[in-house]
């Protein structure tokens, strides 16, 4: 396997440097579509920090969160390994603190842990939080939060929504106290869609898009694996800036792939799963709560939209139904950016697919 290494974000990394060297004001929300490289960009720029941040990193994406303790499970690092070897090294909460490393989970002592599951209350876990960044900063060093996927707590609820308790404590965390960079990373362009119409949030959070590499970018990086011009053009035309499947080409390619058939299956499998996609709608309909509303989808609108993608690849977020606006992203088919209010397929590949979908309906 060809290591392909970390390639470019050279503005959004100069951004993320700007919000750093500043003391924390405002919440930064990182989005972009699927695969895009935001977890990529970010443990990259962690490993780049100097030695006094202290980043705070917690990956959603792979937890289950379906109630409260779930979510402190998933924020504090007390599986039983840990939990042994600190009782043994990390006894009282200053060791625990002086401890920290560079990039870690949020360490946890045994006498806290009891008090943060206590009565299902986020502020314990949060109050926390807030006495361990303050151990940080007044060892000299400067506590970042990072959660990424934070959309999956957008269910949560604890004697109501979580992530408004949630959305509070990042303010606390920036605006209020000053005391910890916050950056909140997500996919999911629907709860970016949330959180900017949330008047709460409104002043007190910038927001920074992590897209797919554009023309320049995807031709310097197949450029560095010596590919040619005729092999560089077919990869844009197929699947555009889009990171994931950049990396995937080259991968096959040096393993002696040819770069069509490879394009050809995965163009084949995503024009399949819409196809099943928009012939599972027509046949048994489909539904959405928006608002706590039941609402039905339409295949013929759900066509119509799609239908909008084949002479243009960008188009204005409401000349959309909401129904299929919100279905079509959520299949991870369309992507919205609720600050540019544009809609556009989630790659090039699904602009593609979309277009070939088209053709039969
Ligand atoms: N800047 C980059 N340089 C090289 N490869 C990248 C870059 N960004 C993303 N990738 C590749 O794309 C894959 C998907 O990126 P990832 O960061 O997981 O996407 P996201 O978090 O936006 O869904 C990564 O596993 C990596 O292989
Ligand atoms: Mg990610």
């Not at 499970?73 to 990390?90: A, D, I, V, W």
């Not at 399949?272 to 048994?284: A, C, D, P, Q, Y």
């Not at 188009?315 to 919205?336: A, P, T």
């Amino acid at each position: 396997m060809m290591e392909v290494t970390f390639h470019d974000r050279k503005p959004e990394i100069k951004e993320i440097m700007d919000i750093l060297s500043m003391k924390p004001r405002l919440v930064t929300f990182v989005y972009g579509p699927i695969n895009s490289g935001k977890t990529e960009l970010i443990t990259h720029l962690i490993e780049q920090l100097p030695e006094d941040y202290v980043v705070f990193y917690i990956n959603l994406r792979t937890k289950f969160l379906a109630s409260y303790d779930d979510f402190i499970e998933s924020l504090f690092e007390m599986e039983m390994e840990t939990y042994g070897s600190m009782r043994k090294q990390k006894e009282t909460f200053a060791e625990l603190v002086s401890g920290v490393t560079k990039v870690t989970g949020i360490p946890i002592t045994k006498e806290f842990i009891d008090y943060v599951f206590k009565d299902n209350k986020p502020k314990n876990a949060f109050s926390y939080m807030i006495k361990l960044f303050e151990g940080v900063t007044h060892s000299g060093k400067q506590p970042v939060l990072v959660l990424d996927e934070l959309q999956k707590i957008g269910d949560v609820k604890v004697n109501g929504p979580l992530i408004y308790e949630l959305f509070n404590f990042f303010i606390d965390l920036t605006k209020e106290l000053h005391l910890c960079h916050v950056f909140a990373v997500t996919s999911d362009s629907l709860f970016i869609e949330r959180v900017y119409s949330e008047a709460m949030l409104s002043e007190r959070c910038k927001y920074l898009l992590v897209d797919d590499f554009d023309y320049k970018q995807t031709m310097d990086l197949l450029e560095g694996y010596g590919w040619g011009e005729r092999e560089k053009e077919i990869a844009w035309h197929s699947v555009g800036g889009k990171p994931v499947s950049l990396v995937r080409l080259i991968n096959e390619k040096g393993s002696e792939k040819k770069i069509e058939d490879v394009i050809g299956s995965m163009f084949m499998l995503r024009t399949g799963e819409i196809e099943t996609r928009l012939k599972l709608v027509k046949e048994l309909g489909d539904e959405m709560m928006i608002c706590d509303k039941r609402c039905d989808v339409h295949h013929e609108k759900l066509v119509s939209a799609l239908k909008m993608f084949v002479t243009r690849e960008e188009i204005g977020m409401n000349e959309v139904d909401e129904v299929s606006k919100r279905y079509l992203v959520k299949q991870n088919i369309l992507f919205v950016d609720p600050l540019s209010k544009t809609l556009k397929p989630q790659s090039k590949l699904n602009l593609l697919a979309i277009r070939d979908v088209m053709k039969d309906v």
